[in-house]
């Protein structure tokens, strides 16, 4: 038999394969293609969603960088992802660490702590509303019950405590599923590193920080891409708990967008704040993946 | 062959009900009356017309009153099933709509002496039910969107009577906080509500013709004069005006809150009459006030503040017979007893009389016929994004986030950025 012969038959390149591309080819121009031409289209013009579109140019982008508000709900996005990689990332590693144990219980302790996960983020807003509610919130109750009543606080009516209550709120929220990532990457990790590292003297701390973190680096810049993506497509926490307010103080670019979109019947503006929003994730998204690739080049 | 008989007996029993369902017309209104007294006579006029018009059946579609200003409404004017008849607030919106071809126009229907069984007012050129000339809206409320409602339980606790003028006004703010209680609970969370106070604020103490061109964008805001009104919030705070959640509170909430005796005052719609029966205890007395001169000297020093809301047949309804048909009916005197006497003020002549009004609607009815002259709310009566800007600068000074001149400076810089709307 010759050589030839064996070869598996390449991938057709013929015209008649584009029928069989066809289908996906027209959902995906249909779904996604479309959608982000006429977009693209509506944000330059200005268009309350009633009457006919008009063309203005780049009057909405030029507006944008002059809006203080979206400007603003940008530093905000970029507050709370600080705090999401701080309270879901860092928490959930410390977690996934404490709680890798086969011993009684820690399984359960690990099936509760991801628990939050299962409920939906507009569910898990809501019910955080409550319990951060001044009157009749639970926590505001507990605090008076101590005869706390000073610390008693409008937690979501006010600008300094909104955004905080909103990153805890997160982070309770996302923390176990950031574990459980950690977690199934530890189990990976040979015991008997940890073996040698005992036996020539390493401690707890230091096998943390010279073999588990080194260890689950992959892991780390995967959910910390996921947590700074996330956080600016963040919307539902923000919107059942406070729609952006107190005073703005929790917009982020997605609330602001809404509200230019529906609340002011600005669609043509409200499509070029999600043109730009979509430019800022794209570019931080970029530059993170590069980076990340340089890290991981084995330099010899 | 009995059995055949019967197959055959009921498939023409079937096709005979068939076509009488076919014949039904069905006309499809929807509006934003989920719950309260209101819904419920609504269903009784609905349900009256039905029961006098067996060949029109009413489906309606309700939106919970944030969901259908937002998104419930334009969804459904831009929907292929579009609905006959649409509830909407008279000025800015409705020019709105007749501009972009969503509004029927009314005026040959009206002719046939419909018209004159409104109040004069109704139709008026500052009414905003009619675009040049032409009649696209069919009234149905006048709402006050801002009144003062007080407890009279702890008024007389305090030995505090409804306030004159403005100095008495301040005066009972600072007795009440100083007596620990909240003196006003507003829930602020959309805006809207402080933001159409302070706009009767406003309107009381900035020149009219001002007032309007700065709402228009054709003078800024600070030239206008709306430094005072800002002022008057600023002041407000300082007193202890105000419940410390307002920015986070919804409008129902803070609503169920002045009926559960949180606070004194609660400055918010007509509507609040029609919400007593579902959040108020029994023997729950509470009264109203219009808010105090403040500028006597002022053009219209004792103006009330408040908008027509009502019903558009939609230019492109396939009833619109059946649709105007129902609209009668609705306005008829009958069924405007009914309505009035759920706590709305009817711009039927003639129902006030006739309907057995409330307190609180008596009220109010006297607040109306005592007016100089009614100012509408900013968002029904210039661009949204505009009126919003001034609402959020309101809630600035009232909550002491920014000082009154602070919070002018954010107000005219926002609406410059935001361009000509």
Redesign the interface.
């Known amino acids: 038999m010759a050589r030839g012969d064996n070869r598996v038959a390449p991938i057709s390149t013929g015209a008649g394969n584009i029928l069989f591309v066809a289908p996906a080819m027209l959902l995906f121009g249909v779904f996604v293609l479309l959608p982000l031409a006429t977009s693209l289209y509506y944000a330059f013009t200005k268009w309350?969603?009633?009457?006919e579109p008009e063309w203005v140019g780049f009057?909405n982008f030029a507006?944008a960088f002059?809006?203080?508000?979206h400007l603003a709900s940008y530093l905000h996005v970029t507050l709370y992802i600080i705090g999401t990689l701080f309270l879901e990332v860092s928490f959930g590693l410390v977690m996934a660490v404490v709680l890798n144990s086969d011993r009684f219980g820690f399984s359960i302790m690990r099936g509760m702590f991801f628990s939050p996960m299962v409920l939906s983020m507009t569910a898990a807003g809501v019910l955080w509303a409550f319990v951060l509610d001044?009157?009749l919130g639970l926590l505001n109750s507990v605090l008076r019950s101590f005869g706390l009543d000073g610390w008693a606080q409008?937690w979501?009516?006010?600008?300094e405590t909104?955004l905080i209550a909103i990153m805890f709120v997160s982070g309770w929220r996302f923390a176990g599923f950031y574990m459980i990532i950690f977690f199934a990457a530890l189990r990976r990790i040979p015991r008997n590193i940890y073996e040698a590292a005992t036996l020539d003297g390493a401690g707890p701390v230091k096998q943390f920080f010279t073999i588990t973190l080194p260890l689950l680096r992959h892991q780390m810049l995967t959910c910390i891409l996921l947590a700074v993506t996330g956080g600016f497509a963040g919307f539902d926490l923000f919107f059942t708990m406070?729609?952006g307010?107190?005073?703005?103080a929790t917009e982020v670019p997605a609330t602001w967008i809404i509200r230019?979109g529906?609340?002011?019947?600005?669609l043509g503006y409200a499509t070029a704040l999600t043109v730009i929003l979509a430019v800022v994730v794209l570019i931080v998204s970029l530059v993170y993946l590069r980076v990340v690739e340089r890290a991981n080049v084995v330099r010899y | 062959m009995k059995h055949s008989i019967g197959l055959l007996t009921g498939c023409g029993l079937a096709i005979l009900a068939g076509t009488a369902a076919l014949a039904q017309t069905e006309i499809r209104i929807t509006h934003a009356m989920s719950s309260g007294a209101g819904a419920e006579a609504f269903n009784t006029i609905v349900a009256n017309f039905e029961a006098a018009n067996p060949g029109v059946t009413v489906n309606q579609i309700v939106f919970d009153d944030d969901i259908y200003s937002d998104t419930g409404l334009i969804t459904q004017l831009q929907s292929n099933e579009v609905p006959d008849i649409y509830f909407q607030w008279a000025g800015y919106p409705v020019a709105r709509d007749v501009e972009a071809g969503y509004a029927y126009d009314l005026s040959a229907a009206m002719a046939d002496g419909w018209q004159a069984t409104f109040i004069d007012s109704a139709f008026s050129a500052g009414a905003g039910t009619t675009v040049d000339g032409k009649v696209y809206m069919v009234p149905l409320s006048l709402d006050i969107t801002n009144t003062i409602w007080y407890n009279k339980a702890i008024f007389a606790e305090y030995g505090l009577t409804p306030p004159a003028t403005w100095e008495d006004f301040m005066g009972i703010v600072v007795t009440l906080a100083q007596a620990g209680e909240t003196p006003i609970i507003e829930g602020n969370n959309e805006l809207w509500p402080l933001g159409n106070w302070a706009s009767h604020v406003a309107a009381r103490v900035v020149d009219p013709v001002k007032y309007d061109a700065a709402f228009r964008q054709e003078m800024s805001f600070e030239e206008a004069g709306f430094l005072r009104p800002l002022e008057i919030m600023q002041e407000l705070h300082n007193n202890g005006a105000f419940n410390v959640d307002m920015q986070g509170l919804g409008a129902d909430p803070a609503m169920a809150g002045f009926f559960q005796e949180a606070a004194v005052m609660h400055p918010i719609g007509s509507w609040l009459v029609g919400s007593e029966g579902d959040l108020a205890e029994e023997g729950f007395e509470y009264g109203q006030f219009d808010t105090p001169v403040i500028d006597p000297a002022h053009p219209a020093p004792d103006s009330v503040i408040g908008t027509i809301t009502g019903f558009v047949v939609h230019a492109q309804t396939t009833h619109p017979d059946e649709a105007i048909a129902f609209l009668k009916f609705l306005t008829s005197p009958e069924s405007q007893v009914i309505w009035a006497e759920a706590g709305a003020i009817s711009p039927v002549k003639g129902v006030g009389e006739m309907a057995k009004l409330g307190e609180q609607m008596q009220g109010i009815e006297a607040m109306l016929a005592g007016a100089q002259t009614m100012v509408p709310p900013p968002d029904t009566t210039y661009p949204v994004p505009v009126a919003e800007a001034y609402y959020q600068a309101a809630a600035y000074a009232a909550s002491g986030e920014k000082t009154s001149i602070e919070a002018l400076q954010w107000l005219d810089e926002t609406v410059t950025a935001m361009g000509k709307q």
């Open positions: 309350s969603g009633y009457a009057a507006r002059q809006d203080p508000v001044y009157r409008p979501l009516s006010q600008s909104a406070t729609n307010g107190p005073f703005n230019q529906f609340d002011n019947n600005e």
